[in-house]
Nanobody
C-alpha cells in the first residue's frame, strides 16, 4: 500500500519561499513519476509540476515556471517542491501524487496515489 505524506506548508509573505516535501512509503516510488497539484477553494485541482522516475525530466505549469523547482531523492523516497517568489495567487492546498507510469504526465487521472495535502498561504 502506497502512502504519501506532505509537509512544509505554512504562511509566508509574498516574495517569500517555502519547500514542500512528500515522503512516500511502498516499493514503487523509484519506478514512478511524481507530481504536485494544487487546489484553491472553489477551483478545480490544477497541475503544478512533475518529475520522471529518474529525475532527469521535469514539467511545470506556466504559472509557476521559473519560480518553482521539483526534485526527488529516490534513496529517501521523497519528492520536493521548492517554491520561490511566492504570490498570493499561489495560495492553495498542495497535493503530492504518484503516477501510474515513469514519465512526466500532467493530468490528475494519470496519477494513482494521492497525499492528504498541505496548506500554503501567501499573504500580500
Amino acid at each position: 500500500q502506497v502512502q504519501l505524506v506532505e509537509s512544509g506548508g505554512g504562511l509566508v509573505q509574498a516574495g517569500g519561499s517555502l519547500r514542500l516535501s512528500c515522503a512516500a512509503s511502498g516499493p514503487t516510488f523509484s519506478g514512478s513519476a511524481m507530481g504536485w497539484f494544487r487546489q484553491a477553494p472553489g477551483r478545480e485541482r490544477e497541475f503544478v509540476a512533475a518529475i520522471s522516475r529518474t529525475g532527469i525530466f521535469t514539467g511545470y505549469a506556466d504559472s509557476v515556471k521559473g519560480r518553482f523547482t521539483i526534485s526527488r531523492d529516490n534513496a529517501k523516497n521523497t519528492v520536493y517542491l521548492q517554491m520561490n517568489s511566492l504570490k498570493p495567487e499561489d495560495t492553495s492546498v498542495y497535493y503530492c501524487a504518484q503516477s501510474r507510469g515513469s514519465t512526466v504526465v500532467t493530468t490528475a487521472r494519470q496519477y494513482e496515489y494521492w497525499g492528504q495535502g498541505t496548506q500554503v498561504t501567501v499573504s500580500s
